[in-house]
């Protein structure tokens, strides 16, 4: 891989700055001035990178979907294909708004609120990086249906859109009423969604927790 050029290194640090100001404000809250203060950079020189507000609002989605990437996507690669990488995906997910390190929590959540009747290129770029994490969600309880660990009539866009909803409600739960046993609760659910589709025991591969 090549090392970052001084440019790309600024740019990513400009974004890294403007997703945490984004996760607590929103990214209506995300302007070229508030970027400016937390950076102790001009504005000329902001714009140098960004040419409006909506282009470093909406550098601020991907750089925040490659983050999650490599927070979620990337580590369940490197797990056993099957129920076991559908397992370590959804729980590395329910962790992200944990261990990305923001302090409002998953933007890709607070962003789908608040551009949710919006038309424009933020709300289309919400919608797209949606629509790529439920693929991905579906190509690996399509794996797991290969790997006969589910039954063979499961139907993935069915699984993708309950585990969504899972994660919701534990971000719900723990972000706004505090509850303690969010995590837990989560995981009883995705074990009690699995266990529907499971395939029989005499075709299910061994799987590890």
Not at 44 to 55: N, P
Not at 110 to 115: F, V
Not at 120 to 134: F, L
Not at 146 to 166: C, N
């Amino acid at each position: 891989m090549e090392k970052p050029t001084k440019g790309e290194q600024t740019r990513a640090t400009i974004l890294d700055a403007a997703l945490q100001i984004a996760s607590k404000l929103g990214l209506e809250g995300l302007t070229i001035g508030s970027l400016a203060e937390a950076t102790s950079m001009s504005k000329s020189g902001l714009f140098a990178h960004f040419g409006s507000r909506e282009d470093l609002q909406l550098a601020v989605l991907e750089h925040a979907a490659q983050r999650y990437g490599e927070r979620v996507f990337l580590p369940a690669l490197k797990i056993e294909r099957g129920l076991p990488r559908l397992r370590a995906l959804f729980g590395h997910w329910l962790d992200w708004t944990l261990s990305s390190g923001l302090p409002g929590g998953c933007i890709m959540i607070s962003a789908a609120a608040e551009y949710d009747d919006r038309p424009g290129p933020i709300r289309d770029a919400v919608i797209a990086n949606q629509h790529r994490g439920n693929a991905i969600s579906q190509k690996a309880v399509r794996l797991a249906i290969d790997e006969g660990h589910l039954k063979a009539d499961t139907d993935p866009e069915q699984i993708a859109f309950e585990m969504l909803g899972i994660v919701l409600a534990s971000h719900n739960h723990r972000r706004l009423l505090g509850d303690k046993e969010a995590r837990k609760r989560s995981l009883l659910a995705f074990d009690q969604l699995i266990a529907r589709h499971a395939a029989p025991r005499k075709t299910l591969k061994a799987v590890s927790r």
